[in-house]
């Protein structure tokens, strides 16, 4: 699609009315074109106009205590996190403004695999934004954005990669380009964990050079 | 509940919000919970999914707070984008849903009495400027935004060519935005 009809598609983004293959693509083009930012910066206020014009409803009133119950629990999943995660989490949603990667997700993932308490190591990234996460018993999780989506007939797939060998850690997908993974095997110290994309179902060694590799932890 | 908030803007609430600032979040809600709760019953219908639909956007704004760039657009808009988007990542999900007709107890309603008169006048000047814009185009806007179809979706529905649908949305929506903000063009926009 050619510059100028692809600018055109920032008024049907700002009304959510793409669909979800042309939205990524609108996405990709967005990222890059400053004229299509500013443009949706204003059309984006002229859509929510509209939302100001539906007919007048009132919400329950038991809708407002039960959002605020919601909101505590999150926090208090999110809040022992805190100390080692502030600076991931802002260093990540700096550059995934277009992913869904809330700290909900990051919190689900890391909640099922290690203990409230428990210290947690954070190991930066080549080939694609995030970190990656370690728990003190050795357990790792990924936490990515930026990457491309998940093409047809293929999946992301994890390794933890030490000398001489790779280990598969799991497979994975994204639409968005946003991702978080529990890794299936323990990360060793002085391993690095690494992301390649192989054929669907996965395979049982990297078949190429790894997208995304972590700093040797 | 005292209103300690209630002399802040939206943009220095939504900052409090980013710092789990619970009582901000109570007061964002205050201030944009009708307006949230019409949206998403225009565009679900059920009066049971359109909580959800809120209580989902708040809650999207209490984890990513901290992602809000005031020199991009209002709080007020990104809340309501939040919404708008999950209303209709719903809708499609339960096509059944656009093709009821619109119950009467919501298509007329009184604003109710503690509704902030200017959201009452807000949405009297976007009636308004919609009634300006040629039917085609208001027709487009309102079964994109209210009806939750995409373009692809109102080219068949509409028996136009896509390539048309597309441009006139954006015609469309560029019309409504220079009735709504006369005066403004294009890359003079700013937020204050």
């Known amino acids: 699609m050619d510059d100028e009809l692809m600018h055109e598609q920032v008024a049907a983004y700002a009304l959510d009315a793409l669909e979800p293959d042309e939205e990524r693509a609108f996405e990709r083009h967005l990222a890059q074109c400053p004229r299509c930012q500013a443009e949706l910066a204003e059309l984006g206020e002229t859509a929510a106009s509209l939302g100001f014009a539906a007919p007048p409803a009132s919400p329950p009133p038991e809708l407002r205590d039960r959002l605020l119950a919601a909101a505590r ?3 208090s999943n999110v809040v022992t996190l805190r100390p080692r995660w502030a600076y991931p989490v802002a260093a990540l949603a700096a550059v995934a403004s277009c992913a869904a990667v809330g700290l909900g997700i990051w919190a689900g993932v890391l909640d099922s695999r290690t ?4 210290a947690l190591q ?13 728990s003190g ?7 990515l954005a930026g990457l491309a989506p998940t093409p047809r007939g293929k999946t992301y797939e994890a390794w933890v990669l030490l000398p001489g060998k790779a280990l598969p850690a799991g497979l994975f997908a994204t639409r968005s380009g946003a991702a978080s993974v529990s890794l299936t095997r323990p990360v060793p110290h002085g391993a690095v964990v690494g992301v390649t994309l192989e054929r669907a179902g996965g395979v049982s060694a990297p078949t190429g050079k790894p997208l995304v590799t972590s700093a040797r932890v | 509940m005292p209103r300690e908030l209630a002399h802040l803007s939206d943009e220095a609430i939504v900052a409090l919000v980013s710092r789990s600032d619970e009582s901000a979040l109570a007061e964002l809600y205050d201030r944009y919970s009708s307006s949230a709760y019409a949206l998403a019953r225009r565009i679900v219908r059920d009066p049971s999914l ?7 956007a708040f809650l999207a704004v209490w984890r990513s707070a901290d992602r809000f760039v005031p020199e991009r657009g209002r709080a007020s808009t990104w809340v309501l984008t939040l919404v708008h ?3 209709v990542d719903l809708v499609r999900r339960e096509e059944r849903r656009r093709a009821d007709p619109l119950d009467d ?3 007329g309603g009184a604003p109710s009495a503690e509704e902030a008169a200017w959201l009452q006048l807000e949405r009297e000047r976007v009636q308004e400027a919609l009634r300006e814009l040629p039917d085609q185009q208001r027709e487009l806007l309102e079964l994109a935004y209210y009806g939750g179809f995409t373009q692809s979706q109102l080219a068949e529905r509409l028996g136009r060519p896509l390539g048309t649908i597309k441009s006139q949305m954006y015609t469309a929506l560029r019309n409504l935005r220079d009735i709504l903000e006369p005066g403004t063009k294009e890359g003079s926009w700013t937020t204050s």
């Open chain 1, 73 to 75: 629990a999150e926090r």
């Open chain 1, 115 to 118: 203990s409230g308490g428990e």
């Open chain 1, 122 to 134: 954070t190991v930066p990234l080549h080939g694609a934004s995030g970190t990656l996460v370690l």
């Open chain 1, 137 to 143: 018993g050795r357990r790792g999780a990924l936490v």
């Open chain 2, 50 to 56: 359109a909580s959800d639909v809120v209580q989902e």
């Open chain 2, 85 to 87: 988007r999950r209303a």
């Open chain 2, 105 to 107: 107890d919501q298509a």
